[in-house]
C-alpha cells in the first residue's frame, strides 16, 4: 500500500476549469494500480478534516499496463470507506464504470471520466479508504483516481445521507428473490431537508448466449428492460426502467467486442446510470420515513451461463435550501475542448457551446455571457434569454464568428465569464467562470474528394457536410449495397463538419453482423486519390463527425497534416489478410500478435499480405512498425 498523495495549490485554476477564485485541493488515491486480476485494490488517503467545498470532482482514468489492455466488459467500482462504529465499516459506492473491449489498445491508450461526487462531500473528510474493485477474470487495465475538490459554497447543502441498499442480488430466482434483499427501510429525515432524492445505480448482468429461451424468456437480465418503483411511507414515488438504448453512440468508437448492443443500466466503455427519483414532495422533515423498492416480477429458471442478476447501490440523499437566491453556473464548454468524454464532438472551429445551470431559488431568464481565446484579438459577448427553473440547465450556443476570436491566440485556452444574470449581479461569482484547452480542427484544401465504399446494408448509411452557416453542401443517403461513391466537392474558406450516421447503429464494420466492410475518405484531389486526408473509423457504430476549415487557419498558421493509419481486410478472415497502408515513409515490418503479447508472425512491409493457415480462431493484433511509428489494428481469425 503506497502513501497518499496530498497537496495544496492555492488560487489554482484546472485547466478542467472550475472557478477563478478559491483554494482548490488535488488528492490522489490510486496511481497507475495495476488490475491484473479479480479483487479489490485499497488506497489509504488523507482528505481535510475539515473545510466547505462548491464542488468535487472526481477523476477516473483508466489504461493500459505494458502487455495491453483487457479484451472484455468488466465491471469495475470505486468506494469509499464509511466507519459506522469500531468493527462495523460501510462501503459507499462513487460510481460504477464497465470496462471498455480493449483488446486492441496498447499501453499509451488511456481514457478520463469526471464524476461529480459533490454529495458524498461529508464522507472525504480525515482519513478514508479508498476500494477499486475491479471484476474481470484477466490482466487487465491501469487505474489512477485523483479527486478535485474545489473550496467554496455548494447549490445546497447535504443534510442527511443513507445508504440503503449494496450489492449484487439474483433476479427473477424464486428461491432469493430480489424483493427479500430490497427490504422497506427506516430513514431519519432531517428537519432542515427541503429537498431529497432516492439514487439507484443498478446494472443487470448475466444472459442466454443464444438469446431468449424457455427458463430466460426476455434474455435477462443484460439484455431485458425492466423497471423498479421507488416508495416513500408506502406512497409510489416514480417507476423507472434500467436501460440504455444509446450503446451504439458511445464515445469509445469501435471496440473489439459487442460494444453496440444496448443493456440494462450499462455500456461497454461507460458510466453506470445514475437514476435519481425525487422524493421531495413527500418529506416530512423531523420524522422518520420508510424507503422501499421494488423490482419488476420476473421468473427465471435457467439458461444462462451464471446466475443472473443486478448489481445495486441504492443512497437517500437529503438536501436543505438553496444557499444563494440567483445562482448561475457555468458547468462545462463543450465545445472546443479537448476533454475525454467530449471527443466525439471535438476538435470544432464552428460556434463554441457552453452548458449553464441554475443553481440557486430564483427562476434565470436572461444572463450577459463574455467568452475569448487567450491571446486572442478580441473578447466577444452575447445576451442569452430563457426561462431556467432551480436546477434546470442549457446548452448556450456563442458565435465564433469568421474565426476572428481565434486570431493571434498565444495557446490554445478557451475562456468564459458571466458578466451579468437577470439584469444584474450574480449573487454567487465563483462559479461564474470556467476555461478549457482545446485542440484546432484538421486543415484542408478546398478541394476535395469524399470517397465512399458502402457495405452491403444500403440504406443503413447516410453522410453529409454542413458550413458554419448551416448550409448543406454533400447530402448522401440511399446508396445501395456495396455502392462506391466519390463526390468532387469545391469548398469556399471557411468551417466544416462532416456528420455520419447508420441507422442500423452499426457502423460500416461490424464483426458480430453479415453486412460486410465499407470504408469512408476524404481524399485531396483526384490526382492524388493516397494518401488520404481523412479516414473515418468504420466501426463507428451509429454516428461519427469530423469538423475542419478550409484555407482559414485558425490562430497561428500551422501546416496541414495527414492521418497516417492501416486497413486489414478482409477483417473477419480463415484464409489470409491484406494491408492497406496511409503512412509518409513506407519501409518497416508488419506483425501478428495474439491477445498474450505474443509475436506469432513478423513479415517486411512490401508483402502486404498475411497467411493464417498456422493460426487458430481467435483475436490477434496487426501491428506495422517503423521507427518512430506504430500502428495497430484488430484481426479475427474464424475457422
Known amino acids: 500500500m503506497k502513501f497518499p498523495l496530498l497537496f495544496v495549490l492555492s488560487c489554482f485554476v484546472s485547466l478542467a476549469a472550475f472557478s477563478a477564485d478559491g483554494d482548490t485541493l488535488k488528492i490522489q488515491s490510486h496511481d497507475e494500480t495495476h488490475w491484473d486480476w479479480n479483487g479489490s485494490y485499497y488506497d489509504t488517503v488523507q482528505f481535510p478534516e475539515s473545510g466547505n467545498y462548491r464542488k468535487i470532482i472526481m477523476h477516473y482514468t483508466l489504461g493500459c499496463p505494458d502487455i495491453g489492455c483487457s479484451e472484455w466488459d468488466y465491471t469495475t467500482r470505486i468506494e469509499v470507506s464509511n466507519p459506522i462504529n469500531d468493527t462495523l465499516t460501510q462501503w459507499v459506492e462513487l460510481v460504477r464504470i464497465i470496462t471498455p473491449y480493449a483488446g486492441d489498445k496498447n499501453s499509451e491508450w488511456k481514457h478520463t471520466w469526471d464524476i461529480d461526487v459533490t454529495d458524498y462531500a461529508e464522507l472525504f473528510t480525515g482519513e478514508r479508504s479508498i476500494k477499486a474493485q475491479y471484476s474481470g477474470w484477466q490482466d487487465g487495465f491501469t487505474i489512477t483516481v485523483d479527486f ?3 473550496e467554496g459554497t455548494p447549490p445546497r447543502d447535504v443534510v442527511g445521507f443513507d445508504q440503503i441498499y449494496h450489492g449484487s442480488f439474483l433476479y427473477g430466482d424464486a428461491n432469493d428473490p430480489i424483493e427479500d434483499h430490497l427490504v422497506p427501510t427506516d430513514v431519519s429525515v432531517s428537519g432542515d431537508a427541503e429537498a431529497a432524492l432516492v ?3 443498478a446494472s443487470g448482468h448475466g444472459f442466454n448466449g443464444n438469446g431468449p429461451s424457455s427458463g430466460n424468456p426476455d434474455n435477462c437480465a443484460e439484455f431485458c428492460d425492466k423497471w423498479f418503483q421507488v416508495f416513500m411511507d408506502n406512497n409510489s414515488a416514480g417507476q423507472t426502467t434500467v436501460w440504455r438504448d444509446d450503446c451504439g453512440s458511445n464515445i469509445l468508437q469501435d471496440q473489439t467486442g459487442t460494444w453496440i448492443y444496448n443493456r440494462a443500466g450499462w455500456c461497454p466503455g461507460d458510466v453506470a446510470t445514475r437514476y435519481d427519483t425525487d422524493v421531495s414532495s413527500f418529506l416530512q422533515p423531523g420524522q422518520v420515513q420508510s424507503v422501499n423498492v421494488d423490482w419488476e416480477p420476473y421468473t427465471y429458471t435457467g439458461g444462462s451461463s451464471f446466475p443472473i442478476n443486478y448489481g445495486v447501490a441504492t443512497q437517500v440523499i437529503q438536501y436543505g435550501a438553496w444557499n444563494f437566491e440567483t445562482d448561475l453556473s457555468i458547468e462545462r464548454i463543450l465545445q472546443p475542448s479537448n476533454n475525454d468524454r467530449l471527443s466525439n464532438i471535438n476538435p470544432y472551429c464552428g460556434d463554441a457551446l457552453v452548458e449553464v445551470k441554475n443553481v440557486g431559488a430564483n427562476p434565470i431568464t436572461s444572463a450577459r455571457i463574455e467568452y475569448w481565446v487567450e491571446g486572442g484579438i478580441e473578447k466577444k459577448s452575447i ?16 458565435p465564433m464568428e469568421d474565426f476572428k476570436l481565434y486570431g493571434g491566440m498565444t495557446d490554445n485556452i478557451f475562456h468564459v465569464e458571466l458578466a451579468s444574470v437577470n439584469s444584474g449581479s450574480d449573487q454567487h461569482a465563483d462559479n461564474d467562470y470556467y476555461q478549457t484547452r482545446f485542440d484546432l480542427p484538421a486543415e484542408l484544401p478546398g478541394e476535395i474528394i469524399v470517397i465512399c465504399n458502402n457495405n452491403s446494408a444500403g440504406s443503413e448509411l447516410q453522410y453529409r457536410i454542413v458550413d458554419e452557416a448551416g448550409q448543406i453542401v454533400l447530402d448522401r443517403s440511399n446508396l445501395g449495397a456495396n455502392a462506391i461513391v466519390n463526390d468532387t466537392l469545391a469548398l469556399e474558406p471557411g468551417c466544416y463538419t462532416m456528420y455520419v450516421e447508420d441507422f442500423g447503429c452499426d457502423g460500416l464494420s461490424f464483426f458480430a453482423n453479415n453486412d460486410g466492410n465499407g470504408g469512408l475518405r476524404i481524399h485531396p484531389d483526384e490526382e492524388q486519390i493516397f494518401p488520404w486526408l481523412h479516414q473515418f473509423e468504420s466501426g463507428f457504430g451509429c454516428e461519427t463527425q469530423f469538423s475542419f476549415s478550409v484555407d482559414k487557419a485558425l490562430g497561428e498558421s500551422q501546416p496541414s497534416q495527414r492521418d497516417q493509419s492501416m ?4 477483417n473477419p478472415s480463415n484464409e489470409r489478410i491484406s494491408i492497406e497502408l496511409n503512412v509518409e515513409d513506407l519501409g518497416g515490418e508488419l506483425s501478428v500478435v495474439d ?11 512490401q508483402t502486404r499480405l498475411i497467411h493464417l493457415d498456422d493460426l487458430p480462431s481467435g483475436q490477434y493484433l496487426i501491428r506495422y512498425t517503423n521507427g518512430d511509428v506504430s500502428l495497430t489494428e484488430q484481426a479475427i481469425v474464424i475457422r
Open 148 to 150: 478535485e475538490m474545489i
Open 199 to 201: 439514487r439507484m445505480v
Open 383 to 398: 445576451n442569452w434569454f430563457g426561462s431556467l427553473a432551480s436546477g434546470e440547465s442549457e446548452s448556450v450556443s456563442l
Open 567 to 570: 486497413r486489414v481486410y478482409p
Open 595 to 605: 491477445l498474450t503479447g505474443r509475436i506469432v508472425s513478423r513479415s517486411p512491409v
